[in-house]
């Protein structure tokens, strides 16, 4: 099979005098046959109790359940910070998780200690991580409710935690957590000993700029960074080297506006929360760029019979001239994937979750031209 593609030039680079890599060795990853994706569903509605307010992340815990990440004002009082408890059906929702205080009290609505909980990731064995921005520290919390506790110290240096972001887990699931404020990110064990990490400030290719979300590819096991100032999505390999530089700055197609939370599926392909575009960006490992999604969702049921009780916000619907909107992510802030093929969009704005589903085709290898006979060398 030929394959052609119309595609992006080479993405701009910070530095044009440093060569760099733009494809990274390819063993391993698989020649997959697109369909595209399409919207599964669209979770929660706007609800400080019994929806969502805020949310930031997704984490998928082993039972099946989704854990949503809620981080919303109260009144002018610290932020109510708390992970909502959904699965796929949009079912849920009666039993919230609270991070309780340092010494195991409950926290007073309004008043939390952990207050600037960002991103979350959720380990095979049920234990919530997540890191607070404003604290330097990781919480662990069961997704049962119980809180085992936390670690970390602040610190701008190699294995402090200065302006936790974004987080991640290995295979073997350790931690890599992105210090924003540090423009550096870090290995962790689970109980916080540090392990490695890499980053210095500033705009070369090799610097980070206020980094914000990290992904670790789960077939080279590298690790990609979304360089949120810098508008890039970089790719290191462990110890640190520069690899790859994807996409670049700008409001176009396939570019780059203050990007936020980032995954890599089991084909290698790149999922970037492009927040200051409104949108989500898709790119294969190579760097190409591939896809991008808007929002599709429609008002689901659970809203629409909230709604329903309220006759003047009926009648008010009734003369809405466009719902285009209302479909649409709005700054969204997290993206992650799982095994089965489904991506789940933070869609922060919106006070929702937006799940898609990939449909695509790993190709066998006698499905696939041999690399001499593609007409473009980046396509091999």
């Known amino acids: 099979m030929t394959v052609t593609a119309n595609r992006l030039p080479p993405p701009t ?108 990731v959720c380990d095979s064995k049920g234990v919530l991580y997540s890191a607070a921005e404003h604290q330097n520290v990781v919480v662990r919390c069961r997704i049962s409710g119980e809180t085992i506790g936390y670690w970390g110290e602040p610190g701008e240096g190699p294995g402090k935690l200065n302006g936790p972001t974004g987080i991640c887990l290995d295979p073997d699931e350790s931690l890599w957590i992105v210090n924003t404020r540090s423009h550096r990110v870090d290995h962790y064990t689970q109980d916080g000993r540090w392990l490695g990490g890499f980053g210095e400030f500033g705009t070369a290719p090799e610097c980070l700029n206020y980094p914000w979300g990290v992904a670790v590819d789960p077939i080279d096991r590298s690790i990609v960074v979304s360089d949120w100032r810098n508008d890039l999505l970089k790719r290191f390999s462990r110890d640190g080297h520069l690899l790859q530089i994807v996409g670049r700055p700008g409001h176009g197609e396939g570019e780059i506006n203050r990007p936020a939370g980032i995954a890599v599926d089991s084909h290698g392909d790149i999922y970037v929360a492009d927040r200051g575009n409104n949108r989500v960006l898709v790119f294969n490992h190579r760097g190409m760029f591939i896809e991008s999604f808007i929002g599709d969702a429609l008002m689901n049921e659970r809203a629409m019979n909230k709604l329903l009780g309220q006759i003047d916000m009926v009648r008010l619907r009734d003369n809405v001239e466009n719902l285009d909107r209302e479909k649409r992510l709005k700054s969204p802030t997290s993206v992650r994937v799982d095994n089965k093929g489904r991506v789940y969009i933070a869609d922060t704005g919106r006070y929702r979750v937006q799940i898609y589903r990939k449909w695509c085709r790993v190709l066998k290898p006698d499905e696939v031209d041999p690399a001499s006979m593609h007409p473009d060398p980046e396509l091999t």
């Open 13 to 120: 680079r910070l530095d044009e005098a440093v060569p760099l890599p733009r494809v990274p060795h390819a063993d391993g990853y698989p020649t997959v046959f697109r369909r595209g994706h399409q919207l599964e569903i669209a979770l929660g509605q706007r609800l400080s109790r019994g929806g969502f307010k805020g949310p930031t992340d997704v984490a998928i815990g082993p039972d099946g359940w989704l854990y949503v990440m809620n981080r919303f004002p109260n009144e002018g009082l610290c932020p109510v910070v708390r992970w909502v408890r959904v699965n796929v059906k949009d079912e849920g929702y009666e039993k919230d998780v609270v991070p309780a205080m340092p010494d195991g009290k409950p926290n007073d609505l309004g008043h939390e200690w952990l207050n600037s909980l960002q991103m979350t």
